[in-house]
């Protein structure tokens, strides 16, 4: 399972340090919670994110990354002139996490299921790299 490997910016929490003595406020970046579970057959990846429709999301494999973006659409002008904000908590919030795959998946067999603000991946093991149990005779 350690070969599955989630690739992150190593700078980031020195900027947002900087970010927050600078600014004197906490700089929030939205990184989604992630799981992931290996078995003989697979790896099953589950991401909240809560808010996120399929229109949102993107899954994309290639020369073995897995990588998922999402950006959330939430209301960004108050057109109205009737009405203004009193207290605006809801913002619009994007990611972007990428994961090195092992040798031992198959890049074109991945699926992606959203349910209840989980995304849930399965990438399927090739054929060749499953464990096979040898009888004795």
Same mark, same amino acid.
């Given at each position: 399972m350690r070969d599955l490997i989630l690739y992150? $910016? &190593?700078f980031k929490s020195l900027i947002d340090n900087m970010a927050n003595d600078f600014f004197d406020f906490d700089v929030d970046v939205y990184a989604p919670k992630t799981d992931v579970?290996? #078995? /003989? $057959?697979?790896?099953i990846l589950k991401m909240d994110v809560p808010g996120f429709s399929e229109k949102n999301l993107k899954v994309e494999v290639k020369d073995n990354y897995l990588t998922v973006s999402g #950006?959330? /659409? #939430?209301?960004?002008s108050n057109d109205d002139k009737k009405e203004k904000y009193i207290i605006r908590e809801r913002?619009?919030?994007s990611f972007k996490r990428?994961?090195?795959? &092992?040798e031992n998946v198959s $890049?074109? #067999?991945v699926e992606a299921k959203l349910e209840n603000g989980v995304l849930n991946l399965i990438i399927k093991k090739a054929e060749e790299t499953k464990a096979k149990e040898i009888k004795i005779k």
């Open positions: 992150s $910016n &190593p579970v290996e #078995n /003989d $057959n697979q790896f #950006n959330t /659409d #939430n209301e960004k913002s619009s919030a990428q994961y090195r795959l &092992p $890049n074109e #067999n």
